[in-house]
Nanobody
């Protein structure tokens, strides 16, 4: 079992920045992927960014150039630096980890972008 704990959410004005962090604990071996997803009210959960073991990263088109995902050297934590935030980025952000064949989720952290 892997437990994921997110932190760093909050309220920020449009154009501002936030940094989300996610720490994994438990049986943290061979975490192939660590990623971030988000879910807004009335919408399905959507992919935001992922970091794959070995260094490959990818982003949703909606956040490219504004968000940066990074994993620590041991690969057991992941951060999401969010810049130039927009009201449409408002959502609950979830940390995700893939340890084949299992898929783990954190409890989520609220990000609200509003003036």
């Amino acid at each position: 079992q892997v437990q994921l704990v997110e932190s760093g959410g909050g309220l920020v004005q449009p154009g501002g920045s936030l940094r989300l962090s996610c720490a994994a604990s438990g049986s943290i071996y061979n975490l192939l992927v660590m990623a971030w997803y988000r879910q807004s009210p009335g919408k399905e959960r959507e992919f935001v960014a992922r970091a794959i073991s070995g260094g490959s990263v990818s982003y949703a088109d909606s956040v490219k150039g504004r968000f940066t995902i990074s994993r620590d050297y041991a690969g057991n934590s992941v951060a999401l630096q969010m810049n130039s935030l927009k009201p449409e980025d408002t959502a609950v952000y979830y940390c995700n980890a893939v340890q084949l064949p299992f898929n783990y989720w954190g409890q989520g952290t609220q990000v609200t972008v509003s003036s």
